[in-house]
């Protein structure tokens, strides 16, 4: 069986509100590992309080690459993480420590390790010749021609749901292969690192939506709203950008806007961080290759350290 060379790395991934920074900066002070953040509120400045950035002292003890790297008003994307990580991971490894990303943003570590699809850009002369063509047989009948040519897409997306329909159809039509097989993505060739992926999955949700409405009682208590009023004075942000649709933003800004009261922000903000968390636990689920944890165990810690201490061996 040939020997995998490939640099060692880590992933320590995990709900929000689950304990993944506690443990990452645990780890670092037994094993030489460099920090990487994979977070997509945790990039920009400014987005402190309602993101739970790690604190300055914190962040000065164990440093985490890519945090504070953009400004609000500037877009960053799943592509732009892969390039700003790949080149963080390859620094640590220079330095003669092993990368170790923690965070809970599924699709950063996706286009990552696997990479993202090339999908084609929209077209209007396709468009409009798929929706006079539904306009005489009805969304119902292009959903049932997408079951003929694409059965994983039509399985995925619902009949009413005209819009993902029809870009199915255009991918189609544009590539000549199905838009379920193009979503794989994938590289031509094997991920640079050979990694280790721990996923803390609590078996019971109940602590952590227990963790989730402390957490953002505590946001509101140490002036998430100040933070949010400070971003709104500087003039050029506004709600569609991804920094102020982030989860607990969004429900201050439009608290903010006088949307509703002050009791209606803290329930949407906390349901909206519950079913980020939802989605985040679904997504962890089908990382097949991922060493599960349940943060809720009190031996967390020691069975991380033995998953750790087992990969990186006598070498570190």
């Known amino acids: 069986m040939p020997v995998d060379h490939r640099p060692l790395a880590i992933f320590l991934m995990g709900p929000t509100a689950s304990g993944k920074t506690a443990l990452a900066c645990a780890l670092s002070e037994r094993f030489p590992l460099g920090l990487i953040s994979v977070d997509s509120a945790l990039v920009y400045r400014g987005l402190d309080i309602g993101a739970a950035k790690p604190d300055a002292a914190t962040l000065a003890r164990y440093p985490h690459e890519l945090i504070n790297i953009r400004d609000p008003a500037e877009p960053y994307s799943a592509a732009d993480f892969s390039v700003d990580a790949q080149a963080a991971m390859r620094r640590i490894g220079e330095a003669g420590h092993v990368p170790l990303l923690v965070g809970g943003t599924g ?21 409009a010749q798929l929706a006079e063509e539904a306009a005489t047989i009805g969304w119902d009948g292009m959903h049932r021609r997408l079951a003929e040519l694409d059965p994983p897409a039509a399985e995925r997306i619902k009949p009413g749901d005209a819009q993902r329909i029809q870009r199915a159809l255009e991918v189609i039509a544009l590539t000549g292969q199905p838009l379920s097989a193009q979503q794989q993505g994938g590289r031509g060739e094997p991920f640079p690192w050979r990694v280790l992926k721990l996923a803390l999955l609590p078996e019971d949700r109940t602590s952590l939506h227990a963790r989730i409405a402390k957490r953002f009682d505590e946001m509101l208590n140490h002036g998430l709203l100040d933070e949010v009023r400070a971003l709104r004075q500087r003039g050029d942000l506004k709600p569609d950008l991804p920094a102020i649709r982030a989860v607990g933003y969004r429900q ?43 943060p809720e165990r009190p031996d967390i810690r020691g069975r991380a350290v033995d998953a750790v201490q087992l990969f990186l061996g006598n070498s570190h």
């Open 252 to 294: 201050a800004w439009e608290h903010l806007d006088g949307m509703y009261d002050a009791a209606e922000l803290r329930d949407k903000g906390i349901f909206a961080t519950r079913q980020l968390a939802k989605r985040q636990i679904t997504w962890l689920r089908s990382e097949l290759d991922a060493r599960t944890l349940d």
């Open 107 to 127: 699709l950063y570590f996706r286009a990552l390790q696997r990479g993202l699809s090339s999908l084609p850009e929209a077209d209007a002369d396709v468009r």
